[in-house]
Structures are given as structure tokens and as C-alpha cells.
């Protein structure tokens, strides 16, 4: 998809995310850590070791520090920086090889995010990018 035809802002960050095979058992399946390369309110770029096909759905879990004070709520004043997280269920839209056999760059969109994380995080971005 071109990138004038993208309905969300697109970030570059490079954020660590945790994602997971969304199929039951869901504890069974193995967690892969992985970074962003950006972000946006629909989804991400994502590069990871092991190449989940387009349609795959996912937990992703992505650490954004100060993540809460972009929340439209309550600020949570005593909580540690870096055990702030967006927590989503994802479909994978594209994999393409970046090294084959090695590496894997991923588009992924946002299924079901919490409506408050999904304002934080476009408030997020909408600050970052300015």
C-alpha cells in the first residue's frame, strides 16, 4: 500500500514488542521478541526471526515508555516507566524477507485494541510526530 493511500500517521519507533500466535492453547505458544520499526493507530512494521503468513493473528504486547500519560483517564503516578504496554490482538497483512531464511519484516494491523489504549497511543503519536 502506498504510502499516500495510509489512513493512520506512521512513526518510526523502535519499540520492543512481545507477540504470540493468537490460536488456543494460548499459553503454549512460544513468545517471540521482536522490534518495531514504526507505528501507527491501525498497526505496525514489525521484524522478527520467524515468518508468520499474511492472515496469522497475534497478541502483541509493545513497551512505550511514559505510555500512561497519553491515557485520556486517570494518570497513574507511581508506575514504572518501562512496564508500560499497549496490549492488542493483530492480523498479519504482509510478510516480506529482509534476509531469507533469517529475517522477516511484517505490516500487522490492529484487531481489537482497549478503546483508552487506542486514544494514548494516537495521542502518542500525534505528540511524537511534531
Partial sequence: MAAEQRRDL????NFRVEIKEFKFPLAR?????VTCA???AGGMKVECRKKFEAGTK???KIFIPS??????????V????SGQFLQAIAE???ADDVVPLTSYAMGVKFLDVDQDDWTALRNFIMRSSK
Fill in 58 to 60: 497475534l497478541q502483541v
Fill in 10 to 13: 506512521r512513526l518510526p519507533k
Fill in 29 to 33: 505458544q512460544p513468545k517471540f521478541e
Fill in 67 to 76: 505510555f500512561n500519560k497519553y491515557h485520556p483517564g486517570f494518570f497513574k
Fill in 38 to 40: 514504526d507505528i501507527s
Fill in 92 to 94: 498479519v497483512v504482509r
Fill in 78 to 81: 507511581f508506575e514504572s516507566d
